[in-house]
């Protein structure tokens, strides 16, 4: 069975206290991991795909990194408009429930002006 | 505005009564799903639609009936529903089932 766990559950951050949120996961051989912000009354907006050990990605002040057993999600000199709950959600290549996506329960983050 | 659009975006209803929700997107993708986000839980796959056809269905029980007309529109028929199924529906699409999914804001559902 696919499993997504993230850590911290909630982070608070100084705005421009850099930090990191991890996300390990196992899964039957992966075809993708996603990262999702997710906003108070909104859906899950999508940030980045990671398909491979290595591979990285960067967005603004996000950047995310992959290995085989888990995804960082670095946030660089972050400003209170980053706050928002953080997804991570991994995609199988085969077997039951390969199409959809299995995601963690997400990180809380809280950066205070 | 996220491409991908449900209604209701808050619904209340008995556990006796029959209500849909439904979802259209308008980018041109190929594949939609269902997922239900309760609270302190992740999110759970539902029901998953390629080219129309079902090709998932995540041992959903049977008062939750989704249907997919077409590769713009999916709809989620609710009957007899329990107070656990309050939750928030989250709706998304992506161009094939390998790509990113893209969400709408879903709908609130609560059962009284």
């Known amino acids: 069975e696919d499993q997504v766990t993230q850590s911290p559950e909630a982070l608070r951050l100084q705005e421009g206290e850099s930090s990191s949120l991890n996300c390990s996961y196992t899964?039957?051989?992966?075809?993708?991991l996603f990262w999702y912000r997710q906003d108070p009354g909104k859906g899950p907006e999508f940030l980045f795909t990671?398909?491979?050990a290595g591979e990285e990605k960067e967005k603004e002040r996000l950047k995310a990194t992959l290995t085989k057993k888990e995804s960082f999600l670095h946030i660089t000199a972050p400003k209170p408009e980053d706050s928002a709950t953080y997804l991570c959600?991994?995609?199988?290549?085969?077997?039951?429930?390969?199409?959809?996506?299995?995601f963690g329960k997400g990180t809380h983050l809280i950066i205070q002006p | 505005e996220t491409g991908v659009t449900q209604t209701p975006r808050h619904l209340v209803m008995g556990m006796t009564n029959k209500k849909s929700l439904k979802c259209e997107q308008h980018?041109?993708?190929?594949?939609m799903y269902w997922y239900k986000q309760s609270a302190k839980k992740p999110l759970e796959l539902m029901f998953v639609?390629?080219?129309?056809?079902?090709?998932e269905n995540n041992s959903v029980p049977s008062r939750f009936s989704p249907e997919c007309p077409n590769s713009s529109h999916l709809f989620l028929h609710l009957h007899t529903l329990q107070p656990e199924d309050s939750a928030l529906y989250l709706c998304?699409?992506?161009?094939?089932?390998?790509?990113?999914?893209?969400f709408g804001d879903g709908t609130r559902l609560s059962i009284l």
């Open positions: 998304a699409s992506s161009q094939a089932i390998n790509q990113p999914q893209h």
């Open positions: 899964v039957s051989g992966l075809r993708g």
């Open positions: 990671l398909y491979s």
């Open positions: 959600a991994v995609q199988a290549n085969s077997g039951g429930g390969a199409d959809g996506l299995t």
């Open positions: 980018l041109g993708h190929n594949a």
């Open positions: 639609y390629n080219f129309k056809e079902q090709t």
